[in-house]
C-alpha cells in the first residue's frame, strides 16, 4: 500500500489545486540537461518519495528523484516538464525529501507555452520563481504569481544534484466548455476542484478527482474514524456549470472503511468566498438522496433530481471512511 503523507504545513494550493505535474493526469519530464544517477521522470512520481537503505545500482546509491552528476565546470542543471494539460499555476513544491548531502543549494522556475513536446530554442521562457535557496529533506512550497496559461516549466537547479519530486499546482484549462458537451464534471483534468473538506486524515479529497481506479487503499479520500456525531464531507467546484445525469462512486480497494452511505447536494453558485461557499453548501438542494454503499465497487446512480444547471457539488458521507474516485456525468450549460 502507498504510504499516504499530508503535510500539516503545506499551503492551501496544494489541496485546492490540480498537480499539472502529475503523470497520471499525461504529464512528463521531456528533457533534461543531465540524469546520471536518476532519471528525471523519476521526479513526477505521484507516490510519495521513499529512501531505500543498501539500494544500488550501476551509477551508485539509488535515489527517489532526479539526480544529476556532480559538475566540475561552469553552469547548471536543468529539466523540462510538459504538463499534463496547459494550466494556470499557482504553486510550487520542491521536495529533496532524502536528499541530504546532494541536493542542490538553489532553484528556479520558468514556464512557456509550445505546441511541441519538447519547446524548441526559438520558445521564449518567462521567469515564475525567481532563484531560491533549497534545503536538504525538505518541501519548499513558493506561491507563483501569473494569470498566463502555460504547457511546460523549466526547473533549473544550482549547480547539481538531486530533487526528489517536483508538484505545480494549477487549474487546467479545457476545451471541453462547449454548451451541450458531455464530460465529467468533476474530472481534475477537465478543470474540478476541491474547495474544503472537513477531514484528509489519510487521504487527500482531491485524489476523488484523478483518472482511472484507485491503485491501492492509499489512492483516495480517506477520514479518519469518526467518534462523534455527523458526518463527513468535501465540496467539488465542477469544470464548467452543467447538469448532472449520471454519478459513479467508486469504493475501489476500501473494504473494512468504506462509508456506509453517500448523499450530494448541489447548488449554482456565483461570487462569494470559499468559506461562505462551505457554509452554504449544508443548505443545497439535494440531488442524490442518501444511497447505500459496499465494498470495493463501483456504484452507479442516474435517479437524480432535476435541479438544472450547477456549479458545485457537496458530496457527503455517512459517516466516515474512504472513497476513491468520484465522477458527475453531466451536459455542460450555456451561459
Given at each position: 500500500m502507498a504510504v499516504v503523507i499530508l503535510d500539516p504545513d503545506a499551503p492551501d494550493f496544494t489541496r485546492r489545486y490540480t498537480n499539472l505535474a502529475d503523470p497520471r493526469l499525461g504529464a512528463a519530464a521531456v528533457a533534461a540537461s543531465d540524469e546520471f544517477f536518476a532519471?528525471?521522470?523519476?521526479?513526477?512520481?505521484?507516490?510519495?518519495?521513499?529512501?531505500?537503505?543498501?539500494?544500488?545500482?550501476?551509477?551508485?546509491?539509488?535515489?527517489?528523484?532526479?539526480?544529476?552528476?556532480?559538475?566540475?565546470?561552469?553552469?547548471?542543471?536543468?529539466?523540462?516538464?510538459?504538463?499534463?494539460?496547459?494550466?494556470?499555476?499557482?504553486?510550487?513544491?520542491?521536495?529533496?525529501?532524502?536528499?541530504?548531502?546532494?541536493?542542490?543549494?538553489?532553484?528556479?522556475?520558468?514556464?512557456?507555452?509550445?505546441?511541441?513536446?519538447?519547446?524548441g530554442a526559438e520558445v521564449r521562457w518567462t521567469p515564475l520563481l525567481p532563484t531560491v535557496s533549497l534545503k536538504g529533506n525538505s518541501h519548499h512550497y513558493h506561491t507563483v504569481a501569473s494569470n498566463e496559461t502555460w504547457t511546460h516549466v523549466r526547473l533549473s537547479i544550482y549547480p547539481d544534484g538531486g530533487v526528489a519530486r517536483l508538484r505545480i499546482y494549477g487549474r487546467p484549462s479545457s476545451d471541453a466548455t462547449i454548451a451541450g458537451a458531455e464530460l465529467d464534471l468533476a474530472a481534475a483534468i477537465n478543470g474540478a476542484y476541491v474547495v474544503g473538506t472537513n477531514n484528509e486524515h489519510f487521504g487527500l479529497a482531491s485524489t476523488l478527482l484523478l483518472p482511472g481506479r484507485g491503485v491501492n487503499m492509499g489512492d483516495g479520500w480517506e477520514t479518519r474514524r469518526r467518534r462523534e456525531p455527523g458526518n463527513d464531507w468535501c465540496i467539488v467546484a465542477l469544470a464548467a456549470p452543467g447538469i448532472i445525469e449520471r454519478v459513479e462512486v467508486d469504493t475501489a480497494h476500501f473494504k473494512g472503511n468504506f462509508p456506509d452511505a453517500c448523499s450530494l447536494q448541489a447548488a449554482r453558485m456565483s461570487g462569494g468566498t470559499e468559506q461562505s461557499l462551505i457554509t452554504q453548501s449544508m443548505f443545497w438542494q439535494e440531488l442524490l438522496p442518501q444511497q447505500k454503499l459496499s465494498m470495493d465497487a463501483v456504484h452507479s446512480f442516474d435517479k437524480l433530481a432535476a435541479l438544472g444547471p450547477v456549479t458545485h457539488v457537496r458530496f457527503n458521507i455517512f459517516p466516515d471512511g474512504g472513497v476513491s474516485r468520484l465522477r458527475l456525468f453531466g451536459k455542460v450549460a450555456g451561459a
Open positions: 532519471p528525471m521522470g523519476r521526479m513526477l512520481d505521484p507516490v510519495e518519495p521513499v529512501f531505500i537503505v543498501g539500494k544500488y545500482d550501476d551509477h551508485g546509491k539509488w535515489m527517489d528523484g532526479w539526480e544529476t552528476r556532480r559538475k566540475r565546470g561552469p553552469g547548471n542543471d536543468w529539466c523540462v516538464v510538459k504538463l499534463a494539460r496547459p494550466g494556470r499555476i499557482f504553486g510550487v513544491d520542491i521536495d529533496t525529501r532524502h536528499f541530504t548531502g546532494n541536493y542542490p543549494p538553489g532553484a528556479s522556475l520558468e514556464a512557456c507555452y509550445s505546441a511541441a513536446d519538447v519547446p
